[in-house]
C-alpha cells in the first residue's frame, strides 16, 4: 500500500479533461485497486467556478471524491482555476489548503500547486489566455496530443516559466526543511532527483497519456494511465522510462 497517490489539474469542465479514465482511475483507487493511504488532489480539480459547464462524467468524479472522502483522508490543496475556497469545501465537503507536508519513509515532502510561482499570468494575462485557447485548439485537432506536447515542449516562454517555478519550489521546500517538492500547474510530468531537493510534477488529465504519483516509504514514482496501456496497469504500473525514479 502506498502512503499516498498525488494527482492535479483535473480541469473538470473543460472540454478536454479525460473525466472518463478519470472515472476509471477513481474507481480503481475506491474498489481497493490501487490501494493508498490518501489521496492528494494537487490543485486545479476545476477548470473554472462556472458549473454549469460541468458534463455528466464531471459530476461523476466530484461524487466519487465525495464517496471516497468517506473511506481516506483526500488532501485538496488550491489550484489558480479553484476558485473561492468556501464554494470548494461545501461542494465536496474536502477541506482545502494551500500547502501540505506528508511524511514518508522519514522524509518531509512538500505539495502545493505550483502556481504562485509562475510570474507570467500575472504580468501577462491576455496572452495567457491565447496561448491556452491555441493549445485546446490542438487538442482538438490531433486526438493523440502530439501536437499540442510537441508545441508546449517547443515553446521557449513555457519552457522557461516551467524552469522558474521547479527553481522557486525547490528553494521554498528547502527552506522548509523538506527533501522533496510536488507540484501541478505546469501540466508536464517530470522527476529531478539529482540536487538537493528533489522536484516531481503529478502532469494533468487533459492530455494523454495522464499521469499520477505514487509516493511510498519516501519514494516517489511517476505513472502514465491511458486507455492503451490501462489494462497492463491494473496489474502493475507502467512507469514513464525517461524519468528518474526512487527519489530521496
Not at 480539480?45 to 481516506?72: E, G, P, Q, T, Y
Request: with cysteine; aromatic share 10%.
Amino acid at each position: 500500500m502506498s502512503d499516498a497517490i498525488v494527482i492535479s489539474d483535473l480541469h473538470l469542465g473543460s472540454e478536454n479533461c479525460e473525466a472518463e479514465l478519470l472515472v476509471e482511475f477513481l474507481e480503481s483507487i475506491h474498489h481497493g485497486h490501487r490501494k493508498t493511504e490518501r489521496l492528494i488532489l494537487n490543485g486545479d480539480v476545476f477548470d473554472s467556478i462556472d458549473f454549469r459547464r460541468l458534463r455528466k462524467d464531471h459530476w461523476k468524479v466530484l461524487s466519487l471524491l465525495r464517496k471516497m472522502s468517506d473511506d481516506m483522508p483526500i488532501v485538496w490543496l488550491h489550484g489558480n482555476h479553484d476558485g473561492a475556497f468556501e464554494n470548494l469545501s461545501q461542494l465536496i465537503g474536502i477541506d482545502v489548503i494551500e500547502e501540505y507536508v506528508l511524511k514518508s519513509g522519514g522524509r518531509s515532502i512538500l505539495f502545493f500547486h505550483g502556481h504562485r510561482f509562475d510570474d507570467f499570468i500575472e504580468s501577462y494575462p491576455w496572452t495567457t489566455w491565447f496561448a491556452d485557447r491555441i493549445y485546446r485548439v490542438l487538442q482538438r485537432i490531433d486526438k493523440t496530443h502530439h501536437i499540442a506536447r510537441l508545441a508546449k515542449k517547443n515553446s521557449k516562454i513555457f519552457l522557461r516559466c516551467t524552469e522558474k517555478i521547479e527553481q522557486k519550489a525547490i528553494a521554498y521546500a528547502r527552506e522548509l526543511g523538506c527533501s522533496t517538492v510536488c507540484c501541478g500547474h505546469t501540466h508536464l510530468a517530470m522527476a529531478k532527483v539529482d540536487g538537493p531537493v528533489s522536484y516531481f510534477n503529478s502532469g494533468s488529465w487533459t492530455e494523454r497519456p495522464c499521469h499520477y504519483l505514487t509516493v511510498g516509504d519516501g519514494r516517489i514514482v511517476v505513472h502514465a494511465f491511458d486507455k492503451t496501456r490501462r489494462r497492463i496497469e491494473s496489474d502493475a504500473a507502467i512507469t514513464l522510462p525517461q524519468f528518474v525514479l526512487g527519489a530521496t
